[in-house]
């Protein structure tokens, strides 16, 4: 399991797990790879991308909530333990809007 790492003038380093980074990259419409970059003129779609997906994801949770009284022990563990794509986007959002803010890129792989 790899490891990537974004940076940009903008903000602090952000590191995530490479699949974690992958599913990101995919959400955004950029093709994972080793290194990269998100110009400034990009910034916008990748943002918008992301913010959409966590959308769905919240308005998927609202129409099918979990009863917890009929998970096991083990579920109810692994549920509160669940980190979501919100969660996991999160950093990298607050990235890409301070980045787009003073119009500087976003790179990984370093």
Not at 39 to 53: G, K, S, Y
Request: charged residues 30%.
């Amino acid at each position: 399991m790899g490891i990537v790492k974004f940076k940009s003038k903008a903000a602090g380093d952000i590191v995530m797990f490479k699949s974690n980074a992958d599913q990101l990259f995919r959400i955004m419409g950029i093709e994972p790879s080793e290194r990269g970059v998100i110009e400034p003129h990009d910034l916008a779609h990748a943002h918008a991308q992301l913010v959409a997906a966590v959308n769905t994801e919240r308005m998927a949770r609202a129409e099918n909530p979990i009863d917890e009284d009929e998970l096991s022990a083990e579920e109810k563990i692994a549920l509160k333990n669940h980190v979501g794509l919100e969660q996991r986007a999160y950093p990298l959002l607050k990235m890409l809007e301070e980045a787009a803010k003073k119009e500087v890129d976003v790179h990984w792989g370093f």
